[in-house]
């Protein structure tokens, strides 16, 4: 910035460049809780979705109440079938 430069053009220009980066800040944080949720109806448990997020775990379990995702159940994480490995016979 030189001395001769305009201070309200100047501060224009800051304000135009605080508008977009809000707005493209916006557009990532909706995509953050979009993938929030996706995680959480997949299974994930929400401790490990809050460290990937940076978001904490209080705001985790805001996010899946308003989406109306049920909290996981106790346990292991539901996924294939797994069978018990043969018993050789001797």
Do not use: C, W
């Amino acid at each position: 910035m030189t001395n001769s430069a305009d201070p309200l053009a100047v501060v224009d220009a800051a304000a135009q460049e605080y508008d977009r980066l809000g707005e493209a800040y916006e557009r990532g944080r909706q995509a953050l809780i979009t993938a929030v949720i996706a995680a959480l109806k997949s299974g994930e448990e929400l401790e490990a979705i809050a460290a990937k997020s940076k978001f904490s775990a209080r705001y985790v379990r805001k996010i899946r109440e308003e989406a109306g995702v049920p909290p996981r159940a106790a346990g292991r994480r539901p996924g294939p079938r797994r069978t018990p490995p043969r018993k050789r016979s001797a």
